[in-house]
T-cell receptor
């Protein structure tokens, strides 16, 4: 079982909806990450947080808005998404930015 | 950005056979990681390598960090059906703006026939 917990596992939303993805870890990791993954492709980095501060934004469209309320939680707020945003969204965490990343099982997002 | 070439793209093998896959890069990495991803799940870390020349095992898996720091390979011995999945290599740098960024290979899809 993964120690990075993501909810929900599946999400179907319309293009005008607002929803949020949640990620939680209790390993004391101080770096957390959001990735987008299309079928049979490697994960693509979206955002990196280190000590609850955003350190990397990979030029992600503003319809994706990350939030790190505390060291254990990472949210991804979604608004006005496009059909091409349908993908598996993975969260990962690591002790710090130099240590290996551990992934959750992802949220499968479908945009209608 | 950094380009990782992972090969082979796919492998179809018989149960009990050994498997070998590798990643090469045009740039030097400080850390090499190998992940496995099953359908519907996130990637699981298999092995992490930190030093050039390092050889590390995890059960039937063995991985090596190339001497030039530009390549790594993963071997699986005596494959079993549960080895099926996509294997990703990833490299990591330790410089300023790249901190926290993993550079992934395109993956090797492994199929094991009973």
């Amino acid at each position: 079982d993964t120690e990075v917990t993501q909810t929900p596992k599946h999400l179907v939303m319309g293009m005008t909806n607002k929803k949020s993805l949640k990620c939680e870890q209790h390993m004391g990791h101080r770096a957390m990450y959001w990735y987008k993954q299309k079928a049979k492709k490697p994960p693509e980095l979206m955002f990196v947080y280190s000590y609850e501060k955003l350190s990397i934004n990979e030029s992600v469209p503003s319809r994706f808005s990350p939030e790190c309320p505390n060291s254990s939680l990472l949210n991804l707020h979604l608004h006005a998404l496009q059909p091409e945003d349908s993908a598996l969204y993975l969260c990962a965490s690591s002790q710090d930015l130099l240590q290996p990343q551990h992934f959750g099982d992802g949220t499968r997002l479908s945009i209608l | 950005g950094q380009q990782l070439n992972q090969s082979p793209q796919s492998m179809f093998i018989q149960e009990g056979e050994d498997v070998s896959m590798n990643c090469t890069s045009s740039s030097i990495f400080n850390t090499w990681l190998w992940y496995k991803q099953d359908p519907g799940e996130g990637p699981v870390l298999l092995i992490a390598l930190y030093k050039a020349g390092e050889l590390t095992s995890n059960g039937r898996l063995t991985a090596q960090f190339g001497i030039t720091r530009k390549d790594s390979f993963l071997n699986i011995s005596a494959s079993i059906p549960s080895d099926v999945g996509i294997y990703f290599c990833a490299g990591q740098l330790e410089r300023g703006s790249t901190l926290g960024r993993l550079y992934f290979g395109r993956g090797t899809q492994l199929t094991v026939w009973p």
